[in-house]
């Protein structure tokens, strides 16, 4: 059986840090390009950060980078996202999502819809 879980959201403080976790079950996180999204209220989901299969290169939201750092841990089957800095413009619930062929930049991108798979997503407020 294919799932994927995330964990790790919560109400944070502007400037505050967060740490996301995306455990993969039925399949190895190595072997796939995975990614974390978010959609806020009313707006349409956006890639944020995802990192490729294997020697995993990167690609970042131009709105995160320098403050989020995405990472892979084989042993565990699981994606982190770090955040730091967090704004209140980050509040939203992050899906994590994994694709066995599209590249980082793609799967970020234009071609989020064809991930093969989807968590059920985390809620990430930052909020004073």
């Known amino acids: 059986q294919v799932y994927i879980v995330e964990s790790g959201g919560g109400l944070v403080q502007p400037g505050g840090s967060l740490r996301l976790s995306c455990t993969a079950s039925?399949?190895?996180?190595?072997?796939?390009?995975v990614g974390w999204f978010r959609q806020a209220p009313v707006k349409e989901r956006e890639g944020v950060s995802c990192i490729d299969s294997g020697a995993g290169s990167t690609y970042y939201a131009d709105s995160v980078t320098g403050r989020f750092t995405i990472s892979r841990d084989n042993a565990k089957n699981t994606v982190y996202l770090q955040m730091n800095s967090l704004k209140p413009e980050d509040t939203g619930v992050y899906y994590c999502?994994?694709?066995?062929?599209?590249?980082?930049?793609?799967?970020?991108?234009?071609?989020?819809?064809?991930?093969?798979?989807w968590g059920q997503g985390t809620q990430v407020t930052v909020s004073s």
């Open positions: 039925g399949f190895t996180v190595g072997r796939y390009t």
């Open positions: 999502a994994a694709d066995s062929d599209l590249p980082a930049g793609r799967l970020c991108g234009v071609s989020f819809r064809r991930a093969d798979f």
